[in-house]
């Protein structure tokens, strides 16, 4: 049975980091990715990262997040910068994935980021 458990997520002022982490379980994955949901808003891409280093990057969070992997711990992680109120949603994890820019068919529970003085 495959889940995806992900830890990190809080309130962080603006300007401010946040590391997000998601363990998977039950299976190994080519490809591993970050997902995020705002209210009234369509949940979107916002990282995702091949088995051996291949990533991509939402224009939106370009050069201020950066998406990594441990394969050994079957972990993938979102280290967040330079935080911005808009950045504020629900964060997914999702697995299964067969190339960069589309979703898998496994999601995590999702942890809540809210920026915000």
């Known amino acids: 049975q495959v889940q995806l458990v992900e830890s990190g997520g809080g309130l962080v002022q603006p300007g401010g980091s946040l590391r997000l982490s998601c363990a998977a379980s039950g299976s190994t994955f080519g490809i591993l990715g970050w997902y995020r949901q705002a209210p009234g808003k369509q949940r979107e891409l916002v990282a995702s990262?091949?088995?051996?280093?291949?990533?991509y990057t939402g224009d939106s969070v370009k050069g201020r997040f950066t998406i990594s992997r441990d394969n050994a711990k079957n972990t993938v992680y979102l280290q967040m910068n330079s935080l911005k109120p808009e950045d504020t949603a629900v964060y997914y994890c999702?697995?299964?994935?067969?190339?960069?820019?589309?979703?898998?068919?496994?999601w995590g529970q999702g942890t809540q980021v809210t920026v915000s003085s």
């Open positions: 999702n697995a299964g994935a067969l190339i960069l820019t589309r979703a898998g068919d496994y």
């Open positions: 990262i091949g088995r051996n280093g291949p990533a």
